[in-house]
Every structure is written in structure tokens, then in C-alpha cells.
């Protein structure tokens, strides 16, 4: 006897067919939307280190060499990554995407993430293996096995490179390159999964104290302006999910004016414009909660992860070829 409502049901006989098409759809990967053209895109090039957790590993480079670094990252090629300091962020470009993708299907202005690493390409299959974990839409790698990445940024179309080597990031800066080294807060705060937040410093990151001088974050502060403003154009400036904050130490009185003017001139409408005149800064940034916090000084950088933010730092300007540290030489796998 068959079950009430089967029997002459109207295809009831394809229905085993398709319980078994939905079964097999669940165990393959859901189709990813295609990368846009570098051309287009804003790019953002991350380092391995910045985006997860190697200490362990790095630790065992130190030590033991590369070839048990090797070894031991084969060995453990299954277990994915831990998310690292630019994690949070990188999911917020991804969610800003998706809503650019459904009001603009056919524009590639979109943010496209390239992780870009020194590690050896026999590493490569840890790093592919914990970014599918994780459902990052990462399409694009850049391994060079030893050797400096920096190199290949601007065949990327970098906009912006994220590393945890200081050394890099000067020689980024140097070629022109926005670039920042970013650090993990001393503790764990809560991020919107849906805003990207991205909060920044006046001097030097974005006007230089030699001269005047631009600093290296405008190419990539009107990327977002121009972003911004798409969202705008659809009626969406309160629902926009890309927001940005001015954190200054100088006061209202004798900067405000200057630097909104000259970041509106740059395309980029600032949501908030926060002028501490001295007082410091983590609080604020404790209460914006950003995904980034970009600044020229240690000093505040520092103080931003004690308060549990995501800090980079953008060694630029004159103060800093008088303060630049002898760092130490970092090992050719960190990044």
C-alpha cells in the first residue's frame, strides 16, 4: 500500500532522483561568484601571518629550521589555521561584496583579497585547506618560496598590503604602496559581521609632516569614498555597510577643518570625525569597535591593543627615519 497523497501524485516519480540530487549538492562546494578583474577590483593583499595564527609554526622555523617548518605544516595539512589579527577584516570586505554583487550584479568594483606569502608552495595546502575551512573567497595566491613578495604587489594591483613583517611593509611603502603592519589586540572584542569599520589616524597616514607631503593611505581611502558612494546612490547612506572614522590626537580647533576638506577633496565623506586633542585614544576605540585602526605612532598603536582592537602600523613620515628601530631580520618563511 503506498503512503496517502504518493500514489498519481504529479512527480512523485522523479522524487527519488531528486532527493538524491539535493543529497549530492550538499556534498559539493557551492558555486563561488567569479574574482573580478585586478583592473577593477580594490585589492588587498594580505600576508599568511597576518590572516591566521602561525606562531607555533614560526616557532619551529626558529629553531629547527625549514625543513622541519615543512614537514610539520605537511604533517598537519588537515588542520586548519587559527583566524589571525586581519581575519575579522577580510570577512568584512567579503560582506561588503556580497551586498555590492546584489546591487550591482554586473560591476567588478568589488574588494579582491590576494593572499600573498613567502611561505614554499608544499605549505600551500595547509593554507588552501584553512581558507576553504573557513569559506574565505580567496582566489588568488602569490607563494614565492624564500623570496620578498613585495616585488609582485604591483603586478597585483595592490591597494593595500597587510603584513606582520615591519620590514616588508617599509618595503612596500617605499615602492609606493599602501601598507601597514598589523598586530593581534591583547584581548578579544566582538566585531559587526556585517559593517566594515575602518578607523585611522590623520598624521602621516594620510598627511605626511614632510612638506605637505600625501600620506601612502589615500589611493586606498578613495577606493572606499568610491564604494561609498554607490551604496549612496541607491538611497542606502544609513544603511551603508562601509563606515569610516577620523581618530586624531590633534584638536578640532587648529586641524578639524583642514582634514575633513581634504578628505572630502579625496572623495571620501567621513562618518565620524572623532579630534582628541591628546587624550588618548583606545577608549574611543574600544567603543567604535573597527575591523582596522590605522596609525603612524607605536604609542597609540599599542594602546589601541591593550583596549582590544586590531592596530596596524604605517611607518611613515619624517619622525619615523629617526625612530625606525634596527629590527631583526625576519625569517623568509614569515610571511
Given amino acids: 500500500m503506498e503512503p496517502p497523497g504518493t500514489a498519481g501524485a504529479p512527480g512523485a516519480a522523479g522524487r527519488p532522483w531528486d532527493e538524491a540530487k539535493a543529497f549530492y549538492d550538499n556534498l ?67 560582506a561588503v561584496n556580497m551586498q555590492l554583487r546584489e546591487l550591482y550584479p554586473d560591476s567588478e568594483e568589488l574588494f579582491d583579497i590576494v593572499l600573498m606569502t613567502n611561505n614554499h608552495a608544499q605549505v600551500g595546502v595547509r593554507l588552501i585547506n584553512s581558507i576553504n575551512h573557513y569559506d574565505l573567497f580567496i582566489e588568488r595566491f602569490c607563494m614565492t618560496g624564500g623570496n620578498s613578495p613585495i616585488g609582485y604587489l604591483k603586478a597585483y594591483h595592490t591597494n593595500l ?34 559593517q566594515l569599520r575602518v578607523a585611522f589616524d590623520g598624521d602621516a597616514v594620510l598627511f605626511s609632516d614632510e612638506s605637505e607631503q600625501i600620506g601612502p593611505l589615500k589611493g586606498f581611502l578613495e577606493a572606499l569614498g568610491k564604494l561609498q558612494k554607490k551604496f549612496y546612490s541607491k538611497g542606502l547612506r544609513m544603511e551603508c555597510p562601509i563606515r569610516t572614522y577620523l581618530v586624531t590626537a590633534r584638536s578640532a580647533a587648529s586641524s578639524g577643518a583642514r582634514a575633513l576638506k581634504t578628505l572630502r577633496s579625496w572623495g571620501l565623506e567621513t562618518d565620524e570625525a572623532l579630534f582628541l586633542a591628546g587624550a588618548p585614544k583606545g577608549p574611543l576605540l ?25 592596530a596596524a602600523h604605517v611607518p611613515y613620515g619624517v619622525a619615523q627615519k629617526h625612530r625606525r628601530p634596527l629590527q631583526e631580520k625576519q625569517p623568509q618563511n614569515s610571511k
Fill in 161 to 194: 598590503y597587510l603584513s606582520s613583517d615591519a620590514e616588508k611593509v617599509s618595503g612596500a611603502i617605499e615602492e609606493g604602496i599602501a601598507a601597514a603592519t598589523i598586530f593581534s589586540p591583547s584581548k578579544d572584542l566582538e566585531v559587526s559581521e556585517k
Fill in 28 to 94: 559539493t562546494p557551492k558555486k563561488k561568484p567569479k574574482s573580478p578583474k585586478p583592473e577593477n577590483a580594490i585589492t588587498i593583499a594580505v600576508s599568511s601571518r597576518a590572516l591566521f595564527r602561525m606562531e607555533e609554526e614560526q616557532k619551529i622555523y626558529n629553531e629547527q629550521g625549514v625543513e622541519a617548518y615543512v614537514k610539520y605544516q605537511l604533517d598537519h595539512e588537515n588542520e586548519p589555521f587559527l583566524p589571525g589579527a586581519a581575519f575579522p577584516f577580510v570577512k568584512a570586505l567579503e
Fill in 286 to 310: 574600544k567603543k567604535i569597535r573597527p575591523h582596522i585602526f590605522f596609525d603612524d605612532q607605536m604609542f597609540h598603536v599599542e594602546g589601541a591593543k591593550e583596549m582590544g582592537t586590531v
